[in-house]
T-cell receptor
Framework: GAVVSQHPSRVICKSGTSVKIECRSL??????MFWYRQFPKQSLMLMAT?????????EQGVEKDKFLINHASLTLSTLTVTSAHPEDSSFYIC????????????FGEGSWLTVV | TQLLEQSPQFLSIQEGENLTVYCNSS?????LQWYRQEPGEGPVLLVT?????EVKKLKRLTFQFGDARKDSSLHITAAQTGDTGLYLC??????FGTGTRLQVFP
């Protein structure tokens, strides 16, 4: 099946710094990728839809200047958490739409972010 | 924002028992997916249902899409410890259900 990979799987950063998380579709091209955030023992919350070659579409309540999304190629989307604070610590998951297979969504392995 | 309500929220059972998880909404969807997620990993797709009344089976898991395409259920027969995880439904508007955390004890 289609594979989506995230990197890094775990990252620790200091408050005030920025951290970038990558999401790659390894064996298919994805014009649309999605970023989710998940708090412990809770469901996934959609943060934004990343569109190749255009601006991301953010969900209500998500700060676009804080969570920068770039989808520069058909296989890579990046999420940059800027000026990170401890409350940004969370599990971030990306997914990509496999348009050749009934628009099925495949998920990455997730990235744990800890801000200290 | 459309909402997908899952019930129960938590379920703790012994191996061999049967269980059913529900995913309900007031909206009509063209398709619905079920995922299972283990701690620290991304969700893994189990099934997609697209037709009202559709029933799909995946070994001991039976998935049903409601006739009106507003709800779905997941039934697990003879649960095993390996079934432990967070079960999530997701509709075509990219909204995830509230999740059902299943714990199966030996």
């Amino acid at each position: 099946g289609a594979v989506v990979s995230q990197h890094p799987s775990r990252v620790i950063c200091k408050s005030g710094t920025s951290v970038k998380i990558e999401c790659r579709s390894l064996d298919f091209q994805a014009t649309t990728m999605f970023w989710y955030r998940q708090f412990p023992k809770q469901s996934l919350m959609l943060m934004a839809t990343s569109n190749e070659g255009s601006k991301a579409t953010y969900e209500q309540g998500v700060e676009k200047d804080k969570f920068l999304i770039n989808h520069a190629s058909l296989t890579l989307s990046t999420l940059t958490v800027t000026s990170a604070h401890p409350e940004d610590s969370s599990f971030y998951i990306c997914s990509a739409r496999f348009e050749g297979g009934g628009n099925t969504i495949y998920f990455g392995e997730g990235s744990w972010l800890t801000v200290v | 924002t459309q909402l997908l309500e899952q019930s129960p929220q938590f379920l703790s059972i012994q191996e061999g028992e049967n269980l059913t998880v529900y995913c309900n909404s007031s909206s009509v969807f063209s398709s619905l997916q079920w995922y299972r997620q283990e701690p620290g990993e991304g969700p893994v797709l189990l099934v997609t249902v697209v037709t009202g009344g559709e029933v799909k089976k995946l070994k001991r898991l039976t998935f049903q899409f409601g006739d009106a395409r507003k709800d779905s259920s997941l039934h697990i027969t003879a649960a095993q410890t390996g079934d432990t995880g967070l079960y999530l439904c997701r509709a075509d508007k990219l909204i995830f259900g509230t999740g059902t955390r299943l714990q199966v004890f030996p």
